[in-house]
């Protein structure tokens, strides 16, 4: 059976079992809930259409065969049959936003920023493979990826879940990555989420959640654009997003939502609420229900109180304030994607071929992400032809980030904010250890202390933000800014405590320029590494580092820096996004250090 959402045969079984749904699973269809917050027997009880997993909630032992079995438990109790109950597949969603990365053990692929650098729309198809594998590995169907933020501005903490600040890259990785999930064939086929609708990486100030004040044009010319491309390519469904539009929240914006994208775009999947994203059109809960349906949302992602969103959208309907064709609308959208994606077809998860594959976390995978790490690594300096190094020379490796697996991972791995430590991260190597292998002789010294050149002939320092996610990922002036004179944010906005208050390293981070002075002013010339989710004022770091290297976040695969390092592999990375010199207080313009697109290499 074709899988596309407009096939005739999926649309009468679609009708044939509307025909036989009452009110109440209907909008057991419309709700999703974090799996901490509902048991097999809930699901079976109020027809809960959909579970998921909210950053680092895992069950058991977070390895894959604990994610099989519960989602098993889940899909079982989905899948009852009685008077009461119909058998309709469960759909569990989770954040495998860089591999399936909640799980231990999985493959951990750079993050988009990387990945937009290296420009290579074939690798990214490859990626996405990968990581429907990963995922069917540990019994789940549905991904919130991929990010098609344009990141407008680098003190966003969302910038590095963008993979670049134009919007041509976002648009041709839309439909690579989207294939690549949503393969064609029912087994394999992993739902895709483009996310997050729209304008996310377009807010003042670069606020999480923010208000993005554009023009109807310069929003569809930036930030809408990418979704045509997910959309062609069948993408099934879609996140609303947090932030506003000159005022007014996403989540409530019929516009945006039924007009435009399902009417005027064709959008043919379903909308899916970010996490209680509803609850800030209201104040009072039952109107916020009301306001995100009527909008255009169908299902929606209440981590906690979806008893009393069942209930208020049961109201809502008895009362006419919803009407009864939203509701199918939404419901019908939703059977489609299950039908498409093969749901009704797949046996139970404990029984599917993917699920315990040993492709999970194998070296296919690690491989693939290896490459991903060469070819986004983006050179800014080189000067005196330093790199490339010499396997034979006496190198010193030092920096926070040098051995660091966790570190390097950055946010969204094992947990939410990501991990601090190299045992979290199984598998792979930091970077350190990538060194190590090809250069035996290598030693390490994670502040430079043990420089010394008589014995050391050159070092590499790798420096750079620790992990982050979201809103705690902002660069803000204050702690608590909420509404900044000048923006237009109607109603409540959840702020979270801001990663610094500045974009420049030596503020940030003064212990990697001091690790970087400490070896540089011994006379060692000093190979300087940046981990980080974004370009960082980075000048004086630059003046003392012969060269330079921007790694991004690239994940568990360390070694293909070493690759690069030693020239086994040429530099192929450009920038795709400005790296600023220094940056004016106001809508983070900055002035331009190097230009988009710029990157150096060996040739
Ligand atoms: C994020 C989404 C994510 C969701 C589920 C939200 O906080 O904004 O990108 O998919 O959580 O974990």
Known sequence: MEKSLANPEIKARVEALLLQMNLDQKIGQMTQTERMSCTPEDVKNYHLGSVLSGGGSCPGDNRPDDWVRMNDAYWA????????????PIIYGVDAIHGNNNVLGATVFPHNIGLGAANDPELLQRIAQATAREILATGVEWTFAPTLAVARDKRWGRTYESYSEENTIVGSYAEKFVNGLQSDSHDDCVVACVKHWVGDGGTTHGIDQGDTALSFDELKRTHIEPYYAAIDAGVMTIMASFNSWNGDKCHGHRYLISDLLKDEMGFQGFVISDWDGIDYLSEDYFDAVGKGVNAGIDMFMVSEEWQPFLRHLKRHVQDGTVPMSRIDDAVRRILTVKFACGLFERPRPVERPWSNHECFGGSEHRDIAREAVRKSLVLLKNDSDLLPLNKQANILVAGKNAHNRGHQCGGFTVAWQGALDNETIE???????????????????EDGRDADPEKHDVAIVVIGELPYAEGMGDIRDGNDVIVEA???????????????????????HPEDLATIQRIASKGIPVVTVLVSGRPLVVNRELDDSTSFVAAWLPGSEGQGVADVLFGDYDFQGRLSFSWPEKVSADAGIDDELFPYGYGLNYQ
């Open 77 to 88: 109790a989905s899948m009852e049959q009685s008077d009461e109950h119909l058998a309709i």
């Open 427 to 445: 598998g792979g190597t930091s970077i350190w250890e990538g060194i190590h292998q090809q250069s035996p002789s290598a030693t390490l010294s």
């Open 486 to 508: 000048g923006s237009q944010i109607k109603g409540l906005m959840k702020v979270l405590e801001p990663y610094g208050h500045t974009l420049e390293l030596a503020q940030l």
